[in-house]
């Protein structure tokens, strides 16, 4: 069976509340059977789905995920959760965002650099790549991330700090390193103890935390993109499904979840309810601090209707990963939205993920 059996209870309760018909169970369906399609057609070989609206919920798994609790690797929606790992410093006062980088990263110096702060790190303004230019051979070689950060401090910016956007796994990752400088835990543990532990996010790891590397679904490594190793034979050694990968956690992509606990992740913003972050930390997290005429950013979230599908509010946040996932959740209709599949976000467009989304984007608004 490649259509895997969801909630019945959720099911049932939500055939004779109200708010049913507000959800539009037709639409949900359609969004499912993109999923189911596209696994059968031998697109996808794993997919889930998870939508809730306050207290319903609806929810699927596909192909070879064995139910709704499988794990998936995130590739960016990591951004977010391990941002706000290092939030919760910034509740204890440990920095603010106007702090450069190098008061923390004091060999990050020279050629412009004393003008980046840690804003500018969460909002991709800080004219740090995307990827270094070793990226291929650090993975070679199983470089571990302390020495992926060494090769960041030094790469050449590409701009001015704080004038323009790009999006920068770097920034993200001496974020992080920054997170592991001040608590004193690597940003594995971090993320555990301060993001998955305390939202009850029992089926997550960042890296391979508690579980083996079968525990969870492997991503169709030959669409991939070039970084991640995608077709290329030789790169199977680093690529997203090998142990090297797997375990390494890196804050940019490394994070695993289950779609129901993305949606505890994203609850806990939606619903401002201080498990992990303050409520004032929350929302500005989840505002854009990018000036007009840059693409909208929250501190590690995407923001905005760019944020989600069309039909979404301004006030959408969420992220979407390069191994096929997307999440997002919408305070104007209180819903959260988790399609996690295996099939990489460059093989195809459009992608089996987001014509799902959108379905979804249209059931609830």
Same mark, same amino acid.
């Given at each position: /069976?490649?259509?895997?059996?969801?909630?019945? %209870?959720?099911?049932?309760?939500? @055939?004779?509340?109200?708010?049913?018909? $507000?959800?539009?169970?037709?639409?949900?369906?359609? %969004?499912?059977?993109?999923?189911?399609?596209?696994?059968?057609?031998?697109?996808? @070989?794993?997919?889930?789905?998870?939508?809730?609206?306050?207290?319903?919920?609806?929810?699927?798994?596909?192909?070879?995920?064995?139910?709704?609790?499988?794990?998936?690797?995130?590739?960016?929606?990591?951004?977010?959760?391990?941002?706000?790992?290092?939030?919760?410093?910034?509740?204890?006062?440990?920095?603010?965002?106007?702090?450069?980088?190098?008061?923390?990263?004091?060999?990050?110096?020279?050629?412009?650099?004393?003008?980046?702060?840690?804003?500018?790190?969460?909002?991709? @303004?800080?004219?740090?790549?995307?990827?270094?230019?070793?990226?291929?051979?650090?993975?070679?070689?199983?470089?571990?991330?302390?020495?992926?950060?060494?090769?960041?401090?030094?790469?050449?910016?590409?701009?001015?700090?704080?004038?323009?956007?790009?999006?920068?796994?770097?920034?993200?990752?001496?974020?992080?390193?920054?997170?592991?400088?001040?608590?004193?835990?690597?940003?594995?543990?971090?993320?555990?103890?301060?993001?998955?532990?305390?939202?009850?996010?029992?089926?997550?790891?960042?890296?391979?935390?508690?579980?083996?590397?079968?525990?969870?679904?492997?991503?169709?490594?030959?669409?991939?993109?070039?970084?991640?190793?995608?077709?290329?034979?030789?790169?199977? *050694?680093?690529?997203? *499904?090998?142990?090297?990968?797997?375990?390494?956690?890196?804050?940019?992509?490394?994070?695993?979840?289950?779609?129901?606990?993305?949606?505890?992740?994203?609850?806990?913003?939606?619903?401002?309810?201080?498990?992990?972050?303050?409520?004032?930390?929350?929302?500005? /997290?989840?505002? *854009?601090?990018?000036?007009?005429?840059?693409?909208?950013?929250?501190?590690?979230?995407?923001?905005?209707?760019?944020?989600?599908?069309?039909?979404?509010?301004?006030?959408?946040?969420?992220?979407?990963?390069?191994?096929?996932?997307?999440?997002?959740?919408?305070?104007?209709?209180?819903?959260?939205?988790?399609?996690?599949?295996?099939?990489?976000?460059? $093989?195809?467009?459009?992608?089996?993920?987001?014509? %799902?989304?959108?379905?979804? %984007? $249209?059931?609830?608004?």
């Amino acid at each position: /069976m490649h259509r895997r059996t969801f909630l019945q %209870a959720s099911l049932a309760a939500m @055939t004779t509340a109200p708010l049913f018909a $507000a959800l539009r169970q037709q639409q949900l369906d359609e %969004a499912a059977t993109i999923l189911h399609n596209a696994v059968t057609s031998g697109q996808v @070989t794993a997919a889930s789905i998870f939508v809730s609206q306050r207290q319903l919920a609806f929810m699927r798994a596909f192909g070879t995920a064995p139910d709704i609790n499988a794990m998936f690797l995130l590739g960016s929606i990591s951004k977010p959760i391990c941002m706000t790992a290092l939030m919760t410093l910034f509740d204890r006062g440990e920095f603010k965002l106007s702090d450069p980088l190098q008061k923390f990263i004091p060999q990050f110096q020279g050629d412009g650099r004393e003008q980046v702060t840690m804003q500018h790190l969460l909002t991709h @303004t800080s004219g740090l790549p995307d990827q270094l230019p070793e990226n291929d051979a650090l993975r070679a070689k199983h470089a571990p991330l302390t020495e992926f950060a060494d090769h960041a401090t030094r790469v050449p910016l590409g701009f001015t700090p704080g004038t323009k956007y790009s999006y920068a796994s770097m920034g993200i990752l001496l974020a992080a390193r920054v997170a592991e400088l001040i608590s004193g835990m690597d940003i594995l543990t971090l993320v555990d103890r301060t993001v998955l532990q305390p939202l009850g996010m029992t089926r997550s790891a960042q890296g391979l935390g508690r579980f083996a590397i079968t525990d969870f679904v492997p991503v169709q490594t030959d669409r991939a993109a070039p970084e991640a190793g995608g077709g290329d034979a030789s790169a199977k *050694n680093w690529d997203w *499904n090998s142990p090297y990968w797997r375990k390494l956690g890196a804050p940019w992509g490394g994070t695993h979840c289950s779609a129901p606990d993305i949606a505890k992740f994203l609850g806990e913003f939606l619903n401002e309810q201080g498990k992990v972050v303050k409520p004032a930390t929350a929302s500005l /997290m989840t505002t *854009n601090h990018n000036p007009p005429g840059l693409e909208s950013r929250g501190l590690g979230f995407d923001v905005g209707p760019a944020a989600s599908s069309p039909g979404c509010s301004d006030k959408t946040f969420g992220h979407t990963g390069s191994t096929g996932t997307i999440a997002w959740a919408d305070p104007a209709t209180q819903t959260t939205c988790v399609i996690l599949t295996s099939l990489p976000a460059r $093989a195809i467009t459009p992608h089996p993920r987001d014509l %799902a989304s959108t379905k979804v %984007a $249209a059931a609830v608004n």
